[in-house]
């Protein structure tokens, strides 16, 4: 399979806490992309990190990216019962395609 | 703007039944995705349409095939559908161009085949 890896898995936290995840992907990319998807419902982009970039900031959320290890990680500031949801990263490469994690099933507990 | 609109939201199929879901996006975009995502696989790509008149396999085209009916629409057909085919089914469009695209998703189809 050519699908990326989150980890974890799953990640409960409380309320005001920091989340972070993790991202793994196997081939070389031109962006990292990061998604959520609230329970039943489509993908909703969060932020893209360029393969020439290291760090990015888009409100509550930071991204990283390092190419050398093919990993990736976001981080959700001061987390709100609202940020329950599963976190997918997407990588594109020199083609149209885009290639989907597993995803981090994130629960932010009130 | 709508975004992205599927239809159906749900559908049952009995083993063998063929069945074609619709797809449409309103932001004149150039690319167009289905994918398939089941429990703990994540996302997986069916078919892509890079641009208007062009189809490609993605990594889990078997027992599909796709119609790009022009720069708005792209349905997805499975012809005689399998049990392995239950799952939910998400369409996707972006801009073409800058290789900066975000994909924007429609509510997905949930789809069971009995």
């Known amino acids: 399979s050519q699908q990326g890896e989150e980890d974890p898995q799953a990640l409960s936290i409380q309320e005001g806490e920091n989340a972070t995840m ?15 998807q609230n329970s039943g419902r489509g993908l909703v982009h969060l932020i893209l990190i360029r ?23 976001l981080l959700i500031t001061a987390s709100r019962a609202a940020d329950t949801a599963s976190y997918f990263c997407a990588t594109r490469g020199g083609t149209y395609k ?13 | 703007n709508a975004g992205v609109t599927q239809t ?3 559908q049952v199929l009995k083993t063998g039944q063929s069945m074609t879901l619709q797809c449409a996006q309103d932001m004149n975009h150039n690319s167009m995705y289905w994918y398939r995502q089941d429990p703990g696989m994540g996302l997986r790509l069916i078919y892509y349409s890079a641009s208007e008149g062009t189809t490609d396999k993605g990594e889990v085209p078997n027992g599909y095939n796709v119609s790009r009916l022009n720069k ?19 369409c ?6 800058a290789r900066d695209n975000e994909q924007f998703f429609g509510p997905g189809t949930r789809l069971t085949v009995l």
């Open chain 1, 22 to 36: 993790n991202c793994s992907y196997k081939t070389s990319i031109n962006n990292l992309q990061w998604y959520r």
């Open chain 1, 51 to 73: 393969s020439n970039e290291r760090e990015k900031h888009s409100g509550r959320l930071r991204v990283t990216l390092d190419t050398s290890k093919k990993s990736s990680s």
């Open chain 1, 98 to 110: 885009y290639i989907f994690g597993t995803g981090t099933r994130l629960k932010v507990l009130a």
């Open chain 2, 8 to 10: 159906p939201k749900f």
């Open chain 2, 72 to 90: 708005r629409e792209f349905s997805l057909r499975l012809e005689s559908a399998a049990p392995s085919q239950t799952s939910v089914y998400f």
């Open chain 2, 92 to 97: 996707a469009s972006s801009a073409a161009g």
